[in-house]
């Protein structure tokens, strides 16, 4: 069965402390990840499409990786407005043309 | 930008009553999608939609769930009789040229089934 772990659930850091965002993943094959955020009750906004492993996509402070099992999101001397839930999905090659899977997302503060 | 937009932004219904949820995707894009978050839950695939017919459905999905494109620009999702645990937000998605394509997301509509 297709699924995404994404890990910590929550994390609390102190602006300009650097951390990264684990988002693991089983699917049968991937056509690609996506990385969005999420404000709350907000929908998701979409920050980076990896289709390979050892891609990395960067914008303003975040940087995403993708390896075979895993993805990272770095994020890099993050300031309060960095604050959201982040979310990894993955759309499977196979047995879902068009859906994607999400993960828990991991819940972000970052405190001034 | 352009961006997807759905309304309203918050639907409160009776248990056993029709709702419809309208969502206007980007313009030039081929493929929509309805998405579903549970309070506190994942964003779940509900729906997809291209060429005017459903490409793939979720076991959520059931009979009670519908989705129409009456024109050329709108894209709606009704639910036939709701049901309390039908309460969550409701989200619209639209791709571009290929499903492969990353989905946008337009904000959102609370339902809320009392």
């Known amino acids: 069965e297709d699924q995404v772990t994404q890990s910590p659930e929550a994390l609390r850091l102190q602006e300009g402390e650097s951390s990264s965002l684990n988002c693991s993943y089983t699917v049968s094959g991937l056509r690609g990840l996506f990385w969005y955020r999420q404000d709350p009750g907000k929908g998701p906004e979409f920050l980076f499409t990896?289709?390979?492993a050892g891609e990395e996509k960067e914008k303003e402070r975040l940087k995403a990786t993708l390896t075979k099992k895993e993805s990272f999101l770095h994020i890099t001397a993050p300031k309060p407005e960095d604050s959201a839930t982040y979310l990894c999905a993955v759309h499977p090659l196979l047995g879902g043309y068009n859906k994607l899977i999400f993960g828990a997302g991991t819940r972000l503060a970052v405190h001034p | 930008e352009p961006e997807v937009t759905q309304t309203p932004s918050h639907q409160v219904t009776q248990m056993g009553q029709e709702v419809i949820l309208r969502c206007v995707p980007i313009?030039?894009?081929?493929?929509f999608y309805w998405y579903r978050q549970i309070l506190g839950q994942k964003v779940e695939f509900l729906v997809s939609?291209?060429?005017?017919?459903?490409?793939?459905k979720s076991e959520i999905f059931d009979d009670q769930f519908s989705v129409e494109r009456p024109d050329g620009s709108n894209f709606t999702l009704k639910i036939r009789s709701t049901k309390l645990e039908d309460s969550a937000m409701y989200f619209c998605a639209s791709s571009g040229t290929s499903g492969n394509n990353e989905q946008f997301f337009g904000p959102g509509t609370r339902l809320t089934v009392l």
């Open positions: 939609f291209y060429n005017n017919e459903i490409s793939e």
């Open positions: 990896l289709y390979s």
């Open positions: 313009s030039n894009h081929l493929y």
